[in-house]
């Protein structure tokens, strides 16, 4: 039974009932009414304007869909880095590398006359985005700027801040298989090896001293062939570090000592994206009402923007309180069969402030279990709660009416999902607001 027959059904059978007595039933059919699936929401009717109380949903056609593309995201100190490079079918190229702070534990002693016999940079990764589909080429260099604790660096920072890349500490070609979980790049540069072997007993008896003297690594990612890969880099894994293999003056003995990157070493994940052979169905920020599907991308990548042009309307209707608001973006079915490109876990909904810059939604600020904005693969969307949104929105607090779809911890995840929009035949984002009318 859909929502606007079980609301007429229940304002005739009560209509001498005490207000009290019509007000608790009011809310337990509400609270029934918040199982039914998302297509019960679509077509409901608007009450009488004289009802004091009024369920109304609005029809998904009133909810303009369209892409945009977002500069950056704060990309410092993260659990996770990316790493690698892949040409996606629908959203082009994303390239993601990183740089970090390396560490050491303790102070360093590599006895009389150190010599390094090799050098070894392990990375584990949990994750592949795209697949493992052909080989990458991997390039290490030294870092000669700090990462500097105070400053929030963001996600499209010039490398060449960091690093010249003039100098090569490294360079690799990874290909691997399905079920590995390190990454090994041998370390060849003779100078580094020195450096590091014969350090100064100045910077070698702190963390701090040793930042000092060697600052980090950039590390950078090139296709070869293929269609390329993003690995999910856990630099806090204790089997992510840079290990040194050396002899000293002790006969036929060999030692090895491990650099520590954990989560007191600083680091700033790099992303760029090349559109220009994404499936967009036209160019980022221009909204279509025949749009079927639009697009969302992790990695400081693509992200959907909704307009809700109606809801400027009920300032004419004040006053009005807004007791629950609640949105669904349903996914685009074929997108999720395929396991190289699973969705995103969670959505952030984000506003623009007034000089343009992107905030969360104040709803997002009241924690994940009242504002949600998890994918429900049963039903196949997402959905928030955007009461107090809906609500500055409705008293004029705010007077823009655009809503912008992100994935939640861009910085870290690269999936993607493809949404349905306004003009998709099984129906778009819809919003479900339950109200009061003073």
Not at 90 to 106: E, K, Y
Not at 363 to 376: I, P
Request: with cysteine; glycine share 8%.
């Amino acid at each position: 039974m859909c929502q606007s027959d079980i609301f007429t059904r229940l304002r005739r059978s009560l209509p001498a009932a005490p207000f009290s007595v019509f007000f608790s039933f009011l809310l337990t059919v509400i609270l029934f009414l918040s199982s039914c699936e998302e297509s019960s929401f679509i077509g409901l009717e608007v009450q009488p304007q004289s009802d004091r109380f009024r369920i109304m949903s609005y029809q998904d056609d009133m909810i303009s869909t369209s892409v945009e593309t977002s500069d950056s995201v704060v990309s410092v100190g993260q659990s996770r880095s990316l790493l690698g490079v892949h040409d996606d079918p629908l959203f082009g190229r994303l390239s993601a590398s990183f740089v970090t702070q390396v560490g050491i534990a303790g102070t360093i002693d590599f006895g009389d006359e150190p010599v390094a016999d090799s050098l070894i940079l392990y990375l584990v990764y949990t994750g592949v985005h795209g697949g493992e589909t052909g080989p990458q080429e991997i390039t290490v260099y030294e870092i000669t700027e700090m990462i500097d604790f105070e400053t929030n660096y963001y996600s499209n920072v010039d490398p060449a801040n960091f690093a010249p890349e003039a100098d090569v500490l490294a360079r690799h070609t990874i290909s691997p298989q399905e079920g590995d979980t390190l990454i090994r790049i041998p370390v060849t540069s003779t100078r580094f090896h020195d450096k590091l072997v014969n350090a100064p007993d100045s910077a070698t008896q702190s963390l701090g001293q040793f930042i000092s003297y060697f600052k980090g690594l950039y590390v950078k990612a090139e296709q070869l062939e293929g269609n390329g890969s993003v690995y999910s880099i856990n630099l806090n894994n204790t089997h992510s570090k840079l290990s040194l293999f050396y002899r000293n003056a002790e006969p036929d003995t060999s030692f090895r000592y491990d650099y520590i990157i954990n989560e007191g070493a600083n680091r700033v994940n790099l992303f760029s994206h090349d559109y220009s052979e994404a499936a967009f169905t036209r160019e980022p920020g221009q909204t279509g009402d025949e749009d079927t599907v639009y697009y969302l991308q992790g990695a400081a990548g693509a992200m959907g923007r909704l307009d809700f042009d109606y809801l400027h309307t009920w300032r004419d209707s004040m006053p009005v309180s807004i007791n629950s608001a609640k949105i669904y973006l349903p996914v685009e079915e074929t997108t999720t069969s395929d396991g190289k490109y699973p969705v995103p876990a969670r959505i952030s909904l984000l506003q623009k402030d007034i000089n343009g810059n992107l905030l969360g939604v104040i709803d997002l600020g009241l924690g994940e279990s009242y504002f949600g904005g998890a994918y429900n693969a049963e039903q196949g969307y997402y959905s928030a709660n955007i009461t107090n949104w809906v609500q500055s929105v409705v008293r004029g607090d705010n007077a823009d009416n655009s809503l912008y779809v992100a994935v939640r911890q861009s910085a870290i995840t690269p999936n993607r999902a493809v949404l349905r929009g306004v003009g998709h035949p099984s129906g778009g984002p819809t919003l479900e607001i339950i109200y009061t009318r003073h």
